[in-house]
């Protein structure tokens, strides 16, 4: 994985000195996401009441770089952030809340097409590897634990759209505005919503995979070199 994003970062490079005739342009971003993330598995699903989805909310910033021929081109990107999954249910009389936290380094490679007016679409893969993942499950004390040996690193498909707006006609910085889409297609496994293991064959005889999935709000700056 790394000799391919250092090899795509390198040929990008050179390409910028040695393609300007053929229209070539690279182009560095700076950019931060806020997501509606979710972690979907159906075992839980199953559970009705008793273990249910609530909105989970995530940041994600990094760098990125572009390289286009005219309209069509292909980016990289390194990422951080924090995916969460998010649970309510009633066991009983009681009501709870419980949370799981993943801190994930995210590496998309994207295929771009742009638009004379700044418009955008990209899709491509994603490469999610997962650094920590801590449950918390909340009723009257907080209790919280690592469960980062339940999870997994992950496969997604990315899918986004939006403006690359030029600010100003002597500098070539533009502000970017756009929504992004991410679908996990790879099973990164997990826990339930009272911090068991899904791979747990006791509480669920049969294994389903869990898909984690956002959609957000991206927002950031670019430069484009000449």
């Known amino acids: 994985m790394k000799k391919i994003v250092l090899g795509m970062t390198f040929l990008l490079f ?6 300007q005739n053929l229209g070539f342009q690279l182009e560095g971003q700076l950019k ?37 021929f005219k309209s069509v081109g292909l980016g990289v990107e390194f990422l951080g952030g ?20 993943l801190k994930q380094f995210q590496i998309p490679i994207l295929l771009k097409l742009r638009s004379e007016n700044g418009g955008y679409f990209e899709i491509g893969p994603q490469f999610n590897m997962i650094s920590s993942a801590r449950y918390t499950y909340d009723e009257i004390v907080n209790s919280t634990s690592d469960v980062k040996s339940n999870y997994q690193s992950y496969t997604s498909v990315v899918m986004g759209f939006g403006a690359n707006m030029q600010l100003l006609k002597s500098i070539p910085l533009g502000l970017l505005i756009g929504m992004r889409l991410n679908y996990g297609f790879k099973d990164a496994k997990g826990v339930d919503a009272f911090g068991n293991s899904l791979s747990n064959s006791i509480f669920y005889p049969t294994y389903e995979k869990t898909m984690a999935v956002s959609a957000g709000l991206q927002i950031g700056f670019s430069y484009k070199f000449n």
């Open 14 to 19: 050179i390409s910028q000195s040695k393609a």
């Open 32 to 68: 931060g996401m806020e997501s509606s993330t979710w972690l979907l598995n159906k075992n839980i699903s199953d559970k009705g009441a008793e273990q249910d989805y609530a909105p989970g909310w995530g940041t994600t910033f990094g760098l990125g770089i572009n390289g286009y």
């Open 82 to 101: 924090t995916h969460k999954g998010a649970y309510k249910g009633s066991v009983g009389a009681i009501d709870y809340t419980s949370v799981v936290q």
